[in-house]
T-cell receptor, first 111, second 115 residues
Framework: DAKTTQPPSMDCAEGRAANLPCNHS???????VYWYRQIHSQGPQYIIH???NNETNEMASLIITEDRKSSTLILPHATLRDTAVYYC????????????FGDGTTLTVKP | GAVVSQHPSWVICKSGTSVKIECRSL??????MFWYRQFPKQSLMLMAT?????????EQGVEKDKFLINHASLTLSTLTVTSAHPEDSSFYIC???????????FGPGTRLLVL
């Protein structure tokens, strides 16, 4: 699976959009981009995933660049409960779950 | 969304004893389950992958005789930490996947403290 690079930490004001970047320059054509988050002392929570098109669900939007070498997770209206570590993972869907979790981005939403 | 549970949520045991952790998929059949370990302020580390009815595949460096994994049914996998020692104290998390191509759902984790 391709390696990902994320900033170690980010701050965001409550109510504003949180944009979390992820670089995955070695991504292969059949690899998906998955996003999970882990709130302190809990198991990771699935957020969203995509292959090449932008995706949106009730939690977030995923923007994947045309060359697929990077992506951005957008939380449109961050709340204090969105404070967590966000992990970007690249994996073939047949390998989903077996992938390496990097260090992620610690997002702190501030009032 | 799909629900994965773990039991117990936390356990304290004496050094040398064995501890069993259960992972259940509550509303779907999990053909594959994964076990992770997470030390404080670190990321998740995959320990092993188990498919229902077959032997688990362990990641490099994980002792299969120490961390026994059983995936006897499509809704239950167990991780047994045998002869636990203080260095085994960690947060153990499972995830379950319904089928190839499905994204996995994670359990809430089990915190193990070995005294």
């Amino acid at each position: 699976d391709a390696k990902t690079t994320q900033p170690p930490s980010m701050d965001c004001a409550e109510g504003r959009a949180a944009n979390l970047p992820c670089n995955h320059s070695t991504i292969s054509g059949n690899e998906y981009v998955y996003w999970y988050r882990q709130i302190h002392s809990q198991g990771p929570q699935y957020i969203i995933h995509g292959l090449k098109n932008n995706e949106t669900n009730e939690m977030a939007s995923l923007i994947i660049t045309e060359d697929r070498k990077s992506s951005t997770l957008i939380l449109p209206h961050a709340t204090l409960r969105d404070t967590a570590v966000y992990y970007c993972i690249v994996s073939r869907n047949t390998n989903a779950g077996k992938s390496t979790f990097g260090d992620g981005t610690t997002l702190t939403v501030k009032p | 969304g799909a629900v994965v549970s773990q039991h117990p949520s936390w356990v304290i045991c004496k050094s040398g004893t064995s501890v069993k952790i259960e992972c259940r998929s509550l509303d779907f059949q999990a053909t594959t389950m994964f076990w992770y370990r997470q030390f404080p302020k670190q990321s998740l580390m995959l320990m092993a992958t188990s498919n229902e009815g077959s032997k688990a595949t362990y990641e490099q460096g994980v002792e299969k005789d120490k961390f026994l994994i059983n995936h006897a049914s499509l809704t239950l996998s167990t991780l047994t930490v045998t002869s636990a020692h203080p260095e085994d104290s960690s947060f153990y998390i499972c995830s379950a996947r319904g089928g190839v191509g499905d994204w996995p759902y994670f359990g809430p984790g089990t915190r193990l403290l070995v005294l």
